[in-house]
């Protein structure tokens, strides 16, 4: 197994998952490891009820999609964090191997394709 090459994909999808975070939110100054949703940025109070209701729902809409993409980045920094440790492509459960082809469509994955759904 190549390892260099899946080492450059996990870095191509850590750049590709940082910017989307950055398109909905921005880093936690008070929590570096921590991402949280932006408001919209426009701070004129609106008398119109719907465009208030608008604005509350984009902002939850940008908070669930910012969760999923901050567990992808998550799942990413640790794919690379094993790379450095030796462990890369080890599934955490039965300590085998994990199956190219896998590796190949999820390089951040961290189970064989036995205990992917485990």
Known sequence: MNIEIYKQKLEEEKGRLETEL??????NPDNPA???ATPDSS???????NSRADRIED????TAILKQL????????????????GTYGICEF?????????????????TCMEHMNG
């Open 22 to 27: 950055a398109s909905v939110g921005r880093i």
């Open 34 to 36: 921590d991402w949280e």
């Open 43 to 49: 701070e004129q109070r609106e008398a119109d009820p």
């Open 59 to 62: 902002y939850e809409t940008n």
């Open 70 to 85: 901050e567990i992808q980045h998550t799942e990413v920094i640790d794919a690379l964090a094993k790379i450095e440790a």
């Open 94 to 110: 039965s300590g085998h191997p994990i199956e190219e082809g896998r590796l190949n469509a999820n390089p951040a994955a961290r």
